[in-house]
């Protein structure tokens, strides 16, 4: 005898396919668009934090004017280092845009300063002493902590962080949704089986139980796959880019890390929760406007 | 609910004045007042149409009166919550024409199914249903799923499974309806055992004139949107339009 095992709600496999479906591919993209923000932030990070402390000088004029800019610099109170940027190095920066056939000889490049500033330096007075420095030895500069760079990069990539989260937050509202409109699509088709719990004495949280039950497992499960199949498509990404060796250099910090696995791991949990709490609330609002 | 208790005389169901409208000019019921006393059991007859299944899921509380009054077990239950009303129809069983067993479950699972919502355990219960199904006739299909059933089998489940609570009041909306003149005898004694084994009221719709004939027990007619009491000798004899 079977007694009591079957669940009280049967499944429906086409309808509960289809919605697996849905629940799936909104999973799989709600966490691709968490890791592309979460991403975006690391990239954001290791931009700016490489340029943080470093200035650029840019020298208008001969080598004696370079050498002469290089000692004052190096003699500026807050400044750690500086040196000149050989040609090779800014060949070597230019790479990525002018390709791996180097820069013509008659092409004149800008001569370069590179300096970094000590640790505990107040970098806007630095850079006004420095440059006023340079300024009283006639030399012809331009001054650059990157700051302005580094505030747009970062602007930038709030702005793509905002994308991603309003998107994740699209997805998970569809999801709700989809969910509703399935669990309130089942409460019809199973009317009759409803109508028999109440006259059993059943109360509303008792049968929103059972489809509260149906759909945690549904989302846990579809968040779940989604989930991986995000984990695989990053990778892939990540593999596809680190084949290219322009884009990498655009993207210093791109990789797979605990804070990655943590949105992963939260998808199908997240998925489960939503799905529980979606189904409960139309199944005792539907329940309400009956007798 | 159920420790509130019932006085010997007080009715286990009460309509007063009870209507149900779906709109204007489309009274369903009318006017309806009846009273069925503790270990009662009554016939409803009255022509198709006349409201005799509406009148029955007034009683069982799965529709509200538009006018009027119904009370269950001493309880006005006009103006009950929701929630207050589960615990009143817990002591009702019902029985339908077209059974509505869940064609997911066994013969064994439907019976048992009033007991699994109530929170019971299967071992303290399996017993109980199995005897039950047992005194249907149905000892041997415990497992049978109701599309393997035939119609006698499946609304003999229906009554096991109304029964199985030991409830105050048993509800039947047609149990002879759908299965032949054999079988609905065989079906109404075991309505006629639970009644006088366990002084279960019961009320019993039914188009099968001849079987109220035979019953000898009371008789109400609905016709017109009211109800009245019939007495037995004057039962229509012709069966109803």
Redesign the interface.
């Known amino acids: 005898?079977?007694?009591?095992?079957?669940p009280?709600l049967?499944k429906e496999d086409a309808r509960e396919a289809a919605l697996f479906f849905v629940v799936c591919a909104l999973c799989f993209l709600a966490a691709l668009s968490g890791l592309v923000a979460r991403s975006a932030y690391a990239a954001a990070d290791a931009w700016t934090s490489d340029v943080s402390g470093e200035i650029t000088i840019r020298v208008r004029g001969d080598d004696a004017a370079l050498a002469n800019a290089v000692e004052i610099t190096k003699a500026t109170p807050g400044i750690a280092t500086a040196r000149p940027i050989t040609r090779d190095e800014a060949e070597e920066l230019l790479r990525p845009w002018l390709g791996a056939g180097g820069v013509p000889v008659s092409l004149p490049l800008p001569r370069l300063i590179a300096a970094e500033a000590a640790p505990a330096a107040d970098a806007p007075d630095l850079l006004r002493r420095l440059a006023a420095a340079l300024k009283s030895a006639k030399l012809d500069t331009i001054v650059d902590d990157h700051l302005v760079w580094s505030g747009d990069v970062r602007k930038s990539i709030d702005l793509a962080g905002l994308v991603a989260l309003i998107a994740v937050g699209l997805l998970g509202a569809t999801g709700l949704a989809v969910i509703a409109f399935a669990t309130h699509a089942t409460l019809l088709a199973r009317r009759?089986?409803v109508?028999?719990?109440?006259?059993?004495?059943?109360?509303?949280g008792?049968i929103a139980g059972l489809f509260e039950r149906r759909f945690l497992m549904l989302g846990v499960q579809a968040g779940a796959l989604g989930a991986l199949l995000a984990f695989g498509a990053a990778a892939f990404i990540l593999y596809l880019l680190r084949q290219s060796v322009a884009q990498i250099w655009l993207l210093p910090e791109l990789s797979l890390s605990l804070a990655d696995g943590l949105i992963l791991g939260m998808a199908p949990l997240v998925a489960g929760a939503a799905s529980m709490i979606a189904a409960r609330v139309t199944v005792m609002r539907s329940?309400?406007d009956?007798? | 609910m159920r420790e509130q208790g019932l006085a010997a005389d007080s009715p286990v169901l009460r309509l007063d004045r009870a209507g149900v409208s779906f709109g204007p000019d489309s009274d369903v019921l009318a006017d309806v007042s009846l009273s069925l006393s503790p270990g009662s059991l009554t016939f409803l007859t009255g022509p198709s149409g006349a409201g005799k299944s509406t009148l029955l899921k007034l009683a069982y509380l799965g529709l509200r009166p538009t006018a009027g009054r119904v009370s269950l077990f001493g309880v006005d239950t006009t103006h009950l919550r929701r929630r207050d009303l589960a615990p009143l129809r817990r002591r009702i069983g019902v029985v339908f024409q077209e059974f509505r067993l869940l064609d997911h479950l066994t013969a064994y699972e439907n019976v048992a199914l009033p007991l699994r919502v109530l929170g019971g355990q299967e071992k303290a219960y399996r017993q109980d249903v199995i005897e039950l199904l047992t005194w249907v006739g149905l000892g041997d299909r415990l497992d049978a799923r109701p599309a393997t059933l035939s119609g006698g089998e499946k609304q003999r489940v229906a009554i096991a499974r109304a029964v199985v609570v030991k409830p105050d009041l048993i509800l039947a909306d047609e149990p002879t309806g759908n299965v032949d003149e054999e079988m609905g005898e065989r079906l109404f004694r075991l309505f006629r055992e639970l009644n006088k084994r366990l002084r279960t009221t019961i009320l019993i719709a039914t188009h099968d004139l001849a079987l109220v004939r035979k019953s000898k027990a009371d008789v109400l007619r609905l016709a017109d949107g009211m109800v009245v009491r019939v007495p037995h000798a004057a039962e229509p004899k012709s069966p109803p339009q």
């Open positions: 005898m079977s007694a009591a095992a079957s009280l049967p009759d089986i109508e028999i719990l109440h006259l059993s004495g059943a109360q509303d008792y329940l309400s009956m007798v």
